[in-house]
């Protein structure tokens, strides 16, 4: 059997990273973005998660590419939308924004591909040290990772007995473009904020990488937050 990883937003950061080790596994990977992976061999889905249309659309064509033999499936949630707001300043328009992308979409993904899940498969969440905790100026992206935290929980409860497991990976500050453009490409305050861990750096993509294949490899993990943040200060 041909086992598959469909990843979304592994056209850059852990998601890419992610979609290389699956790869080196001999995985088929699909990427689900608007822009290509730059990972050779990966199948790239163009798609804007946005929008319910565009998720369905995704879905339908990830099926297209699923294998005839019923091969087991991750299903990784990592894209994610994160804007600068608070509660003060929140537009209902933008919490929407943020909610399609780091919920909706996810829920969409979720109904339409797990028909095509067989035992062994895995839906693996991206969440964030904010699933659980919150820092201010990130309103709505705390709420949506908080509500993809509730998510797993639910999947993995609706999904008992089937043998496809959940988890949820939540990085601590990563080095990637997300974290880059949130702190306006400030580096001074890039280093301040990796100095935040036991280990005194951020976080490298592949090493979140690691900790989603394992999770995909580890039914025991099922319905468990998995913290990957070098051992995150609390202030």
Known sequence: MNDTAIITGASSGIGAATAEQFIAKGFSVINIARRPSPVAGVVNVAADLGSD??????????KAHLAADGGRITLIHNASLMLKDTANDC?????????AVNVLAVNTLNRELIGSM??????IYVGSTLSEKAVSGAYSYVISKHAQLGQMRATCQDLSGSGIHTAM????????????????????????????????????????????????????????????NLGQKEH
């Open 118 to 123: 067989a035992a062994g498969s895995s839906i």
């Open 91 to 99: 537009e209902t328009q933008a919490l929407m924004r943020v909610m």
């Open 53 to 62: 249309e565009g998720a369905l659309r995704a879905a339908t064509e990830c």
């Open 169 to 228: 990976v939540c990085p601590g500050f990563t080095d990637t473009e997300m974290l880059k453009q949130h702190l306006g490409g400030d580096v001074d305050l890039m280093r301040e904020i990796g100095s935040q861990n036991s280990f005194g750096r951020l976080v490298k993509p592949e090493e979140i990488a690691n900790v989603v294949v394992w999770a995909h490899e580890s039914p025991v993990a099922n319905g468990s937050v998995i913290h990957a």
